[in-house]
């Protein structure tokens, strides 16, 4: 093993997942509360854009809201207009040659210092989800830890690429590879994981030595400000990154198209992502480079109960990953495909479970489940509700919960067919399709039966169907009799195939390769 490979085992060695707060312990609890009054006291604070390492206001403010309360405003935020976010892609261009001249090793130090910062403010980043994001305090706190995580991993993952790469010598050359950053990278993280895949895509442009220019999601900007001042204490430079928040509808595609613009690194869902793939093909003018587009999209995940399964394990499993924070994962279980032989009592089973879950306002410890994210989320989620009750059972659910916030209820619903429009359509929200197999191979057709291909999971003992789960089951991560949901940075490197993007292995060792370019050297030495 050659010393370079040799260095990188031992930094993946050290890597260690950051550990989860337990908030059934009361000190726990206490610090939560005490971190909630905290985040509370800056409700409707407005933060700026901060362009070429200038702060601006406009004249047109963007409010972000409480979804467990939409009368309390979290955040107030500017909106940026299409010339400002031109200028920010200028801004990031002048400055990138100096940031791309900054040593590996000091941008390393630095996000190695937001990792701290963040373990620092965790509890306050917790609370912060709460409130914008609709978060309960378990679903915040493995948020703020994977964020953590990417910190830490992209740090040792860039120590791997920042010197030359092994390559074979030829007799009388020298040969070398090395990589280099690759310009302004335009980053558009979601709402539903607003600071880890903020984080993540955010960091990883920053430490390879690329220029950012960051538009957060309109839900959750006061959660990407809380990063901005991160960034800022770790030591990233107030021009190595542009803060734009505002309307993607009237920045977005400036973003996008900019000549400048040399990437877009993109998760959300499928129709704007494959938009800003379209945009980003054409050239414009001035442009000198192929853009390149790191996009995660949507999913319609199932999980596999087979007839030889742990049923109980089972049925866990896909109530973890259908509820957990209120099904707006694009990892979720949306689609249950369970073996006839075990099929009413997995349903029994479930149902039960499904009708203990407790919904309201996230920051009440008590509350399984808190909001969806806004009212439009609501407002189509009870459509797809209402055609599912046309295309199978309802059997838990069914309608909005109780409540201020944008509340629903947990909703199963049996018998439905492949080709329902809730089998194969991502509705995004606590909606389960509950599906008869015939058989394991049947299921695996089911479970294949769709245009995406991010998560997926199988229950069973059997040995030889789990070897064909590996071969035959088509999606970007798959786990065995465990849930589809929670992947973690380091083990499970995430991204998905088909129409769920471009399987760019977020958390893994190659996904820094797709901010960096590589340049091979040879130089005769007689």
């Given at each position: 093993?050659?010393?370079?490979?040799?260095?990188?085992?031992?930094?993946?060695?050290?890597?260690?997942?950051?550990?989860?707060?337990?908030?059934?312990?009361?000190?726990?609890?206490?610090?939560?509360?005490?971190?909630?009054?905290?985040?509370?006291?800056?409700?409707?604070?407005?933060?700026?854009?901060?362009?070429?390492?200038?702060?601006?206001?406009?004249?047109?403010?963007?409010?972000?809201?409480?979804?467990?309360?939409?009368?309390?405003?979290?955040?107030?935020?500017?909106?940026?207009?299409?010339?400002?976010?031109?200028?920010?892609?200028?801004?990031?261009?002048?400055y990138f040659p100096t940031w791309a001249a900054i040593?590996?090793?000091?941008?390393?130090?630095?996000?190695?210092?937001?990792?701290?910062?963040?373990?620092?403010?965790?509890?306050?980043?917790?609370?912060?989800?709460?409130?914008?994001?609709?978060?309960?305090?378990?679903?915040?706190?493995?948020?703020?830890?994977?964020?953590?995580?990417?910190?830490?991993?992209?740090?040792?993952?860039?120590?791997?690429?920042?010197?030359?790469?092994?390559?074979?010598?030829?007799?009388?050359?020298?040969?070398?590879?090395?990589?280099?950053?690759?310009?302004?990278?335009?980053?558009?993280?979601?709402?539903?994981?607003?600071?880890?895949?903020?984080?993540?895509?955010?960091?990883?442009?920053?430490?390879?030595?690329?220029?950012?220019?960051?538009?957060?999601?309109?839900?959750?900007?006061?959660?990407?400000?809380?990063?901005?001042?991160?960034?800022?204490?770790?030591?990233?430079?107030?021009?190595?990154?542009?803060?734009?928040?505002?309307?993607?509808?009237?920045?977005?595609?400036?973003?996008?198209?900019?000549?400048?613009?040399?990437?877009?690194?993109?998760?959300?869902?499928?129709?704007?992502?494959?938009?800003?793939?379209?945009?980003?093909?054409?050239?414009?003018?001035?442009?000198?480079?192929?853009?390149?587009?790191?996009?995660?999209?949507?999913?319609?995940?199932?999980?596999?109960?087979?007839?030889?399964?742990?049923?109980?394990?089972?049925?866990?499993?896909?109530?973890?990953?259908?509820?957990?924070?209120?099904?707006?994962?694009?990892?979720?279980?949306?689609?249950?495909?369970?073996?006839?032989?075990?099929?009413?009592?997995?349903?029994?089973?479930?149902?039960?479970?499904?009708?203990?879950?407790?919904?309201?306002?996230?920051?009440?410890?008590?509350?399984?489940?808190?909001?969806?994210?806004?009212?439009?989320?609501?407002?189509?989620?009870?459509?797809?509700?209402?055609?599912?009750?046309?295309?199978?059972?309802?059997?838990?659910?069914?309608?909005?919960?109780?409540?201020?916030?944008?509340?629903?209820q947990p909703t199963v619903i049996a018998g439905v067919?492949?080709?329902?429009?809730?089998?194969?359509?991502?509705?995004?929200?606590?909606?389960?399709?509950?599906?008869?197999?015939?058989?394991?191979?049947?299921?695996?057709?089911?479970?294949?039966?769709?245009?995406?291909?991010?998560?997926?999971?199988?229950?069973?003992?059997?040995?030889?169907?789990?070897?064909?789960?590996?071969?035959?089951?088509?999606?970007?991560?798959?786990?065995?009799?465990?849930?589809?949901?929670?992947?973690?940075?380091?083990?499970?490197?995430?991204?998905?195939?088909?129409?769920?993007?471009?399987?760019?292995?977020?958390?893994?060792?190659?996904?820094?390769?797709?901010?960096?370019?590589?340049?091979?050297?040879?130089?005769?030495?007689?």
């Amino acid at each position: 093993m050659s010393t370079l490979l040799a260095n990188n085992a031992q930094s993946l060695s050290e890597f260690r997942n950051e550990p989860y707060a337990d908030f059934s312990r009361p000190e726990v609890r206490a610090e939560a509360l005490k971190a909630a009054e905290l985040v509370r006291s800056r409700f409707g604070d407005e933060s700026e854009l901060l362009i070429g390492g200038k702060h601006f206001r406009t004249e047109s403010r963007l409010r972000s809201l409480n979804p467990s309360r939409p009368s309390e405003v979290v955040g107030t935020h500017q909106r940026a207009s299409p010339e400002q976010a031109a200028a920010a892609v200028e801004a990031a261009w002048e400055y990138f040659p100096t940031w791309a001249a900054i040593p590996a090793s000091e941008r390393i130090g630095m996000l190695r210092r937001a990792a701290v910062i963040l373990r620092r403010r965790k509890m306050e980043m917790d609370a912060w989800q709460v409130f914008e994001a609709g978060k309960t305090w378990p679903e915040a706190e493995a948020d703020v830890s994977e964020a953590i995580d990417f910190c830490e991993y992209y740090a040792l993952q860039m120590e791997r690429f920042a010197g030359p790469q092994p390559v074979s010598q030829l007799p009388g050359e020298q040969a070398r590879l090395v990589y280099l950053p690759l310009g302004v990278g335009v980053v558009v993280p979601p709402w539903n994981f607003p600071l880890a895949i903020l984080a993540g895509m955010t960091t990883a442009a920053l430490v390879a030595g690329n220029t950012v220019v960051l538009k957060p999601s309109s839900d959750t900007p006061t959660i990407a400000a809380r990063f901005v001042e991160v960034l800022l204490e770790a030591g990233f430079p107030d021009r190595s990154f542009c803060f734009v928040t505002g309307s993607g509808s009237a920045v977005g595609d400036v973003l996008v198209s900019h000549p400048k613009t040399r990437f877009i690194a993109f998760t959300g869902s499928m129709e704007v992502g494959l938009h800003i793939n379209e945009l980003a093909a054409r050239p414009q003018k001035g442009q000198i480079w192929i853009k390149r587009v790191i996009a995660e999209m949507g999913g319609k995940d199932a999980i596999i109960v087979d007839d030889e399964a742990d049923l109980d394990a089972a049925v866990d499993g896909v109530l973890v990953s259908a509820f957990g924070y209120q099904g707006q994962k694009c990892s979720a279980c949306s689609r249950a495909i369970v073996s006839e032989k075990v099929y009413e009592p997995f349903l029994k089973k479930l149902t039960s479970r499904v009708a203990g879950l407790k919904v309201g306002a996230a920051d009440d410890f008590a509350n399984y489940m808190g909001p969806v994210i806004n009212d439009g989320a609501r407002k189509s989620i009870l459509r797809y509700i209402e055609a599912g009750k046309q295309e199978g059972q309802l059997v838990a659910g069914g309608a909005a919960a109780s409540g201020e916030g944008y509340f629903i209820q947990p909703t199963v619903i049996a018998g439905v067919d492949s080709k329902a429009t809730i089998f194969q359509e991502e509705i995004f929200g606590p909606v389960l399709a509950v599906t008869r197999a015939a058989d394991f191979d049947d299921a695996l057709r089911l479970a294949n039966d769709t245009r995406f291909g991010l998560t997926g999971a199988v229950y069973t003992r059997n040995p030889e169907k789990i070897a064909k789960t590996r071969d035959q089951f088509f999606v970007g991560n798959l786990y065995i009799n465990r849930k589809c949901t929670g992947a973690m940075v380091g083990a499970h490197p995430f991204g998905g195939f088909n129409m769920s993007g471009t399987d760019s292995k977020a958390g893994g060792p190659d996904y820094l390769l797709q901010f960096l370019q590589a340049k091979s050297i040879a130089e005769k030495t007689h």
